[in-house]
């Protein structure tokens, strides 16, 4: 079992930053690729940005390519979006993920956290 908490979503203007966290606990933190994923009011959940196990290989969504990065700590058991040049479009729910192999499909990922909300102004 891996266990993920997610934090650090909130309020910001759009053209602003934020950094969410997620925090494993449990099984080997480092054997898991990691992904972010994200739900806006009336959408289904779609995938947004994922890192391999070693931070070596990272998947884009082509929406946040150039705005969002992705980076983890297997030390801390943590991994990292930062998000830049938010838009009013990137308001959602986000929820961290873990996987035993990198993907954008949401099915192979077996550990979620329980989501952090993101909201843009405009």
């Known amino acids: 079992q891996v266990q993920l908490v997610d934090s650090g979503g909130g309020l910001v203007q759009a053209g602003g930053s934020l950094r969410l966290s997620c925090a494993a606990s449990?099984?080997?933190?480092?054997?898991?690729?990691m992904g972010w994923f994200r739900q806006a009011p009336g959408k289904e959940r779609e995938f947004v940005i994922a890192v391999s196990w070693s931070g070596g290989t990272t998947f884009y969504a082509d929406s946040v390519e150039g705005r969002f990065t992705i980076s983890r700590d297997n030390a801390k058991n943590s991994v990292y979006l930062q998000m830049n040049s938010l838009k009013p479009e990137d308001t959602a729910v986000y929820y961290c993920a873990a996987a035993p192999s990198l993907d954008r499909w949401e099915g192979v990922y077996e550990y979620w956290g329980q989501g952090t909300q993101v909201t843009v102004s405009s």
């Open positions: 449990g099984r080997t933190f480092s054997a898991y690729a």
